[in-house]
């Protein structure tokens, strides 16, 4: 058992952190009401993963479908991710968070792809944490482009078809160098993982909450922990 009264802690948590909208008109609010209070449960939940000793936390912050929504809203979400980015910086050096990015981030817009390089730069060598965003991500279109990569490197002779195996093909993956997923968390009572890290969590343990994301809060990560710590991980065996 650890400090922090732990038996086993996942190594990996991944988060699906849905229902900022539903969140917000249940309350007759405006959606941008609810990313704005989305972003205070990112912070408790990052700060509860670094303190526990979690080493990669990954969120599900902008998928590639999410282009679909209405114009203002994806302008806001971009505009509420690159004020997350400029304010929390000092915080991800001051608990030594690396911050790293899932997904075809170029695809962003050019003040927001600035700040994440920035971030990127001045916190590569923090070694406490690395707290993966998916951003402009799909879990189809990474192994696409994986499998793509893995092409390119057999036609110019760097590697064998025969040689290629679920670990060698893991190294194209965005996740290169990390360990899947332990854990799986979605808010706001949805049963499906909406593209996220397919290859990733095939032996994820699954924890749904029917809490919409700005409600949920370190307390509730706390819970989820502890029922990931009642679970039989058999892998198949």
Do not use: C
């Not at 249940?26 to 205070?40: D, E, Y």
């Not at 114009?71 to 608990?95: A, F, I, P």
């Not at 290859?199 to 700005?214: F, I, M």
């Amino acid at each position: 058992m650890n400090s922090n009264g732990f038996e086993q802690l996942p190594r990996h948590v991944a988060i699906i952190m849905d229902g900022n909208g539903r969140w917000a008109r249940a309350r007759g609010l405006p959606r941008v009401m609810g990313h704005r209070a989305g972003i205070k449960s990112v912070r408790s939940v990052v700060e509860a993963a670094r303190e526990l000793g979690i080493e990669v936390l990954t969120l599900y912050a902008f998928s590639v479908e999410n282009w679909k929504r209405p114009t203002q809203e994806v302008s806001t979400l971009m505009r509420l991710l690159n004020e997350y980015l400029r304010r929390e910086l000092d915080t991800l050096m001051r608990h030594q968070i690396r911050l790293n990015v899932l997904g075809d981030y170029r695809g962003l817009p050019a003040p927001v792809q600035k700040e994440l390089r920035r971030v990127m730069a001045r916190t590569r060598r923090n070694q406490g944490m690395i707290l993966n965003l998916a951003l402009n991500y799909g879990g189809r279109a990474e192994i696409v482009r994986a499998a793509r990569r893995v092409a390119e490197e057999v036609s110019a002779g760097r590697l064998k078809a025969s040689g290629l195996d679920e670990a060698t093909f893991s190294r194209f993956l965005y996740t290169d160098g990390q360990p899947d997923p332990d854990l799986l968390i979605r808010t706001s009572g949805e049963m499906r993982i909406s593209n996220f890290l397919l290859w990733q969590v095939s032996y994820a343990e699954l924890y749904l909450t029917s809490k919409y994301w700005p409600d949920f809060g370190r307390a509730d990560f706390l819970e989820a922990l502890r029922e990931y710590q009642r679970r039989d991980r058999r892998f198949g065996a």
